[in-house]
């Protein structure tokens, strides 16, 4: 098999963030693939600006790591000018801000979320060229093709933290079992007026869909499970 090693990457990823009464959640998948490699099961693609707003990453990571890099820089003089947090919209319109007078060279799409005293929970969805968009709920990456549907059916206004919470890591789930560029563990974060918290799911403890299959330890495990018995003479 021949392989152009010089044509463009296949950047894959499943990005959320859902509002609820009373914070925001954000979520994502932990699979950096580098075309058909994966060239990382683990990473984390939800990054924190400040205290109190976060962003989603989608896209080249080397561009998204960057403009997070430069917000977070820019936030923290901001903060120490007025003496208190910024405000999420302030944080999202410096990543539309750096997004958009740089959206011929940037690959990226990204979902700021975060709570502020002003407005509460927000989400606003910065997708590739600087467009900037306040939603109730964004989805992003290549993942995010398998969920248009299933958010319009399943998201509500008014929901607790918990139904959000599972929210996203179902909608997760179903786009790793679709999306071959997203996979390995689920992560998410809740942030609200009592600060944020982070959480974990691993491979194993997600739900199985539509024709998946049993986590393994090795390949050895399913085939020495599905083979004949030996024949006896």
């Known amino acids: ?12 990823t499943t990005i959320i963030g859902v509002t609820y ?8 998948d932990s699979r950096t693939s580098t075309g058909m490699y994966v060239a990382n099961r683990a990473s ?35 903060t120490i000018q007025l003496g208190q947090p910024s405000t999420v919209k302030v944080a999202a319109n ?34 590739l060229g600087g467009t900037i968009l306040k939603q109730p709920f964004a989805i992003g990456g290549s993942g995010s093709s398998y969920l248009y549907g299933f ?15 599972k929210l996203v890591v179902k909608a997760v789930s179903l786009a790793i079992a679709r999306d071959g560029a997203s996979g390995g563990v689920v ?4 942030i609200n007026a009592d600060g944020t918290t982070r959480n974990f799911y691993s491979g194993d403890s997600l739900p199985l869909w539509h024709e998946e299959l049993e986590p393994h330890n090795s390949l ?9 018995e030996p024949m006896s003479t």
């Open 1 to 12: 098999m021949d392989l152009d090693l010089s044509a463009p990457h296949s950047l894959g």
């Open 21 to 28: 009464d009373g914070g925001v959640v954000l979520g994502a």
């Open 44 to 78: 984390d693609k939800i990054t924190q600006l400040t205290d109190n707003v976060y962003i989603c990453r989608s896209g080249s990571a080397a561009d998204s790591q960057v403009i997070s890099d430069y917000v977070r820089y820019f936030l923290h003089q901001h």
């Open 94 to 127: 410096l990543v539309r801000l750096l997004s958009y007078q740089n959206k011929n060279m940037l690959q990226m799409g990204i979902i700021v979320g975060g709570w502020d005293k002003y407005e509460g929970g927000q989400i606003y969805s910065v997708p």
């Open 151 to 165: 958010f319009d059916q399943a998201w509500k206004e008014g929901m607790s933290k918990d139904e959000a919470e």
């Open 187 to 190: 992560r998410t974060v809740i």
């Open 220 to 228: 050895l495990d399913i085939l020495s499970s599905s083979s004949p």
